[in-house]
């Protein structure tokens, strides 16, 4: 039989400048059908002391979204921003998603986290079990 893995990260990291409020935070949640817990938010002048090092190689997160964040924070060395950094180390890091305004600069919107939920890594972990349950449950 087959079995799938107990689990896979449910949780999304929000680096930076996050204006919404927790109310359209959980509307936009509620409509994709996920919790607002599964987001752990880093405030932009919390940035600045987030451990980036321990990002790598972790399976906490499914995903990262990158807002409007200070360029320079802990354990970034060798990189010019938090986002170099990130880009950088791509390979051993969850997927990273930047959220643009229209004007092309970072910075949190209703329409850009919705699409950055969309096209989720957390979202797609979700469709693949989905699909995986209904082949296993079509098979018996």
């Excluded at 949780?11 to 919404?20: E, F, T």
């Excluded at 002048?45 to 990262?64: G, H, P, W």
């Excluded at 964040?69 to 390979?91: M, R, W, Y």
């Excluded at 092309?104 to 096209?119: D, H, P, R, V, Y």
Aim: glycine fraction near 4%; hydrophobic fraction near 40%; include cysteine.
């Amino acid at each position: 039989m087959f079995k799938m893995e107990a689990g896979f990260a449910e949780k999304i990291l929000v680096l930076g400048d996050c204006q919404l409020s927790d109310a359209c935070v959980q509307q936009i949640c509620k409509r994709h059908g996920i919790k607002k817990e599964v987001f752990r938010f880093i405030e932009y002048n919390k940035v600045k002391m987030f451990d980036f090092e321990a990002l790598l190689d972790t399976e906490r997160y499914s995903d990262i979204f990158v807002a409007a964040s200070p360029h320079k924070a802990k354990n970034i060395e060798g990189a010019t921003s938090v986002c170099q950094f990130l880009e950088d180390n791509s390979d051993r890091l969850p997927k990273v998603t930047a959220l643009r305004l229209t004007t092309g600069k970072l910075g949190l919107s209703k329409t850009n986290l919705e699409q950055a939920i969309l096209t989720s890594q957390l979202l797609e972990n979700r469709h693949k079990r989905t699909r995986v349950e209904i082949f296993l449950t079509n098979q018996n």
